[in-house]
């Protein structure tokens, strides 16, 4: 019999590389939901993949959410910078209007929805 894997598990901790991020679909409040991880030196931060701009995807390529020098998120269609670490918008068309944060938790080397 199979162990069913728990569905709140994103991935390991350690197979995240710094200053890198990584999207998954979830499930929040029944609703699938694409959202993506950073992380940044020991901490990951989470956010609901949707520009506040044009409600769109936030993603240049796939898991391609940071500038060049990887100290912001940047929207891939207009440029709009948020902060890694709050989502917060930084500049461009957000119009100071932040990212969706996503809790998350590191549960013994597991990176977990909670
Ligand atoms: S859709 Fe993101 S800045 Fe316009």
């Known amino acids: 019999m199979t162990k069913k894997s ?14 890198t991020s990584k999207s998954f679909d979830v499930k929040i409040k029944r609703k699938t939901t694409n959202i993506f991880v950073t992380r940044k030196d020991d901490q990951v931060y989470a956010y609901e993949n949707v520009c506040p701009h044009a409600q769109a995807p936030l993603e240049s390529d796939p898991d391609k959410y940071l500038n060049a020098s990887k100290e912001k998120i940047v929207c891939a269609i207009h440029g709009a910078e948020f902060s890694i670490e709050s989502g917060d ?12 944060v996503v809790s998350v ?10």
């Open 105 to 114: 938790d590191i549960i013994e080397g597991d990176l977990v929805l909670s």
């Open 6 to 19: 728990d569905p709140k598990v994103l991935c390991k901790f350690s197979e995240l590389d710094d200053l």
């Open 89 to 100: 918008c930084l500049d461009g068309l957000c119009d100071g209007v932040g990212l969706t």
